[in-house]
């Protein structure tokens, strides 16, 4: 007990004050050089003490062990690599400098390109992405529809839109020959790209061109929001809870990346310059993805790229796991492949040293499928066969693990501004893990051999739940052999002494099962994250409150909005009307004003409820009827605005995240919600 209390504690309680003081600290640099010199220092007590915890007992230990110890400094190695440079991070930084090149863009009103390339999305969302391109507030633009697809249906929409429709005659290179085709038929000097699932706000070539002014800016790319919530925190029940896992990708690596000159094109809601892609020889179409290998081509020719940390435009995700799956996978290739074209993509030799440490970080993050995949085997295998992967007692983990695994799950996050959190990493990372091996391997031997599918579906319907057992097998099948081999160590003691002594008592046990039980605990959260809830929306509806009035034949009734949508919309009344009937109506909204054709469809009576909160009145639910191109775009700017409070990018505290997960898990919505 002396030991306990002399050895082991103090460094966890010190561990958990400085937690606690980082939390208050004000957001300087020398703030954020100080809280890197704490996580230094105690990661390096910690890898100190690791090397020295090796269980060289047995030939299959001292692998294991020696395995789970590549794997952490790997993990290490990358978060360095990330985390350093955050003294650094001023994520407001680009937004003044925009504020200070707005003159230059009302000064110039150079030309701009508008693409919307497409392939076989649904017209509706074509559509939508047309009608706001048009609400872009510039002078000299022109909007094209890229229709890899070759629809007559789309180019009758360009035609009734009035925007210019651009296809070809067939689909080599996929998209990057779509845009390559753009490139040789249009001709204004720089080229906005939005692809048709995203909305541009109408400020978006206002805060974006300034940065042109600098004759050495090829392009400048914004974040990639979303208007839903991942499939993975709709299904767990956090969509207004949980920001998106692309957080700290968008809002902390592409910041530190701008300050570096090592932006990534993102594929959609940037801008570029024609004279930059023209002396490269347009997009890259030797990747299945081209916009990443774009801009790092274009870095290699000795150009600048800009990261302006603003939403700017919304898009759609992908809302169900396997789409999810379909896409990272996709991404994944597409980043593997840069380091196969060293001709074309010269990283190694063009590429200053602070260029270069974001392309190292990268490589070693492709890594992340089989270090994961380790971090849940390899406890496991320990537990089943009776080694420990990590030779030591249980006290000695609590002096030097428990303080570095705790300032590990705060200060990054502290560091990012809250875009990350250790434990959804881990949930994240084990979601993709089986399928990411399998994909990086497949890759590693034909890199660029088209696995999967090339376009991402953004319309998923489905009236039922799903289970993706056919996807998500393997991390059941983990949990379930976790969960026996928990069950039979908990019995064995309750056993023969006979039966016991084949299973003894070793070092480091204790460890082990917590490690276990933890690993436990993702695998459980990230199975209930697999199980798809019905989709039965076409358009997603969101809690907008517009004072208006609807005329039903010759009744004119006043009332509220409670949700909008593009299709429809739920309308309040503050009294009983007993006497109004499904039928046409009008709906006209006061502000903005905004009238729009619509059909009664139900209404519902309801009594005053004090306990809810809930006043006597009805309910009207209204389906809109078809709407002229500008109401429709006057609706499409009223719905999708970075004004409102569920559209704006969510942020959580470390406690608070973890919080949310152990809640999910009791919930356990997936399996114990109704959908009627």
């Not at 699932?197 to 070539?205: E, H, R």
């Not at 605990?521 to 990230?526: D, G, I, K, P």
Request: neutral net charge; glycine residues 6%; contains cysteine.
């Amino acid at each position: 007990m002396d030991s306990l209390w002399g050895d082991a504690l103090p460094p966890v309680v010190l561990a958990g004050l400085a937690a606690a003081a980082t939390l208050r600290l004000p957001r300087r640099r020398w703030s954020y050089g100080l809280v890197q010199l704490l996580l230094l220092a105690v990661a390096l007590r910690y890898l100190l003490w690791r090397f020295t915890t090796l269980n060289t007992a047995h030939p299959l230990s001292l692998g294991c062990s020696g395995l789970l110890l590549a794997v952490e400094l790997t993990y290490l190695l990358t978060s360095g690599l990330q985390l350093l440079p955050a003294v650094q991070f001023d994520p407001e930084r680009s937004s003044r400098q925009a504020d200070q090149l707005r003159s230059w863009t009302a000064d110039h009103q150079p030309s701009v390109d508008i693409w919307i390339p497409t392939y076989n999305e649904p017209i509706r969302i074509v559509r939508r992405a047309i009608l706001t391109c048009r609400n872009l507030r510039h002078s000299r633009i022109r909007i094209s529809v890229l229709d890899d697809g070759h629809r007559p249906a789309i180019a009758a929409l360009a035609s009734e839109l009035g925007v210019h429709y651009l296809s070809r005659s067939g689909n080599e290179h996929r998209k990057a020959g779509n845009l390559n085709h753009a490139l040789a038929h249009t001709d204004a000097e720089f080229i906005a790209v939005f692809d048709c699932d995203f909305m541009p706000f109408a400020g978006f070539l206002e805060r974006c061109l300034g940065f042109f002014s600098d004759p050495k800016v090829a392009l400048v790319q914004t974040p990639q929001h979303y208007f839903q919530a991942e499939f993975h925190n709709r299904n767990l029940g956090l969509e207004v809870v949980m920001p998106s896992d692309l957080d700290a990708f968008f809002r902390y690596l592409q910041v530190l990346r701008d300050n570096d000159n090592a932006v990534i094109c993102c594929g959609t809601s940037y801008v570029v310059r024609r004279s930059a892609l023209e002396s490269i020889g347009g997009y890259v179409t030797s990747c299945l993805i081209e916009d990443h290998q774009t801009s790092t081509k274009l870095l290699t020719r000795g150009w600048r790229l800009r990261y302006l940390n603003e939403v700017l435009s919304m898009g759609e995700v992908p809302r169900t796991f396997a789409d999810f799956l379909d896409q990272r996978l996709r991404w994944m290739q597409g980043n593997i492949q840069i380091f196969f074209r060293p001709r074309e993509l010269p990283i190694w030799s063009r590429l200053n040293g602070r260029q270069l440490r974001h392309y190292v970080t990268l490589a070693i993050s492709l890594l992340t499928p089989a270090c994961r995949l380790a971090y849940l085997l390899l406890p496991l295998l320990s537990l089943c066969l009776g080694f420990s992967l990590i030779a030591a007692p249980p006290i000695e983990y609590l002096a030097y693990g428990v303080p570095f695994v705790l300032l590990l799950h705060v200060l990054p996050s502290w560091l990012s501004s809250h875009h990350q959190y250790q434990f959804w990493n881990e949930v994240y990372e084990t979601l993709f893990c089986v399928p990411g091996l399998r994909r990086m391997l497949q890759v590693l031997r034909h890199p660029f051999r088209i696995y999967g599918g090339i376009v991402t579906s953004k319309d998923a319907r489905g009236e039922t739940q799903r289970t993706n057992l056919g996807l998500s097998w393997p991390l059941a099948l983990l949990l379930a052999m976790l969960l026996l081999a928990l069950l039979l160590r908990s019995l064995l003691p309750l056993l023969e002494p006979g039966l016991r002594a084949l299973q003894p008592v070793y070092e480091g046990e204790e460890l082990m099962l917590g490690w276990n039980v933890y690993n436990g605990v993702v695998l459980a959260v990230a199975l209930l994250a697999c199980i798809d809830q019905p989709i039965r929306r076409e358009a997603d509806r969101f809690p907008i409150a517009r004072i208006g009035r609807l005329r039903l034949g010759d009744q004119l009734v006043w009332g509220s909005t409670t949700d909008l949508s593009e299709q429809g919309a739920a309308f309040e009344l503050e009294c009983a009307r007993g006497d109004l009937q499904p039928g046409p109506a009008v709906l006209e909204l006061m502000e903005p004003a905004l009238t729009i054709p619509a059909r009664l469809v139900r209404l519902r009576q309801h009594e005053a409820d004090p306990q809810r909160g809930q006043e006597q009145g009805t309910s009207l639910f209204l389906q809109f009827e078809e709407l002229t191109a500008e109401a429709e775009a006057s609706l499409l700017g009223l719905i999708y605005s970075g004004e409102r409070w569920f559209h704006r990018p969510r942020r959580l505290s470390t406690s608070d995240a973890l919080l949310q997960a152990l809640g999910s898990l009791w919930r356990a919505d997936p399996l114990l919600r109704r959908f009627g």
